[in-house]
């Protein structure tokens, strides 16, 4: 399998220390940053915005786990910038017009722009799919979606695919929100003009106990994003001036 020979025997505890720089129910201290974000060299940005608790419409919602540590997993092993939600917050950034995570995601954009956005979630254990690709409906990166399901389906992954095998495409989530809810995606698209794709990963292919699943996950995300900014470069490197390294 791929993800052996990319994975040392310790990736697990490393994965959980990058996972435990999120306090999922903690609001953050006087001094501390509720959004962390970690700088890289590849024009791709992954996004974890409900790696701790947040709240919609008055509800505070569960946290996903093991969203930001696989984003920051995923950020080192490729060289990408990762944004993630590291404290409780008192909004919704994939659904609020105005957030603090939105409005980070934008400063990081104008500073060093980006080619791609992978904004990664956590769907319950009742779904009949392993991954969930939201690309509103095949808008928001439609040039870069051929490359993204050739690598995930070398890693095992297709529409094809049976159980936690199966990508579901634009048809549960498709990231593209309403006119009373945002999504980071339609955000990225509509308002920062940078191509995206919503990622939901079912509970069981994040599960902390379930290292093998967790392996599987982390070597699927890494070929995504490797796939979208080898087959973003082009593109990006016309409208930005940003060359991959
Ligand atoms: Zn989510």
Redesign the pocket.
Known sequence: MVYNEIMTRDWYSHLMVLENDVRVDQAAAPGEAEIGYQPGRLPVLLSA??AARHIRAGQLKHG?PM?AGLARWVAEETGAHVLYLRRRTNGDP?SDFYSPYKQALRAAHTQTPFCFMVDV??ASDRHNFGLALGSMGGQSCARLLPEILAALAEQGFSPRGRGLLRVDLDEKFKGLGSPVRETLTRFAWHELHLPCLQV?IHAQLRDVQAQSELKRTAAALRALVLAAAAAAADCCSKSHGTTLK
Request: proline residues 12%; without cysteine.
């Open positions: 915005p409900h996903e969203t994939n979630h956590g939901e």
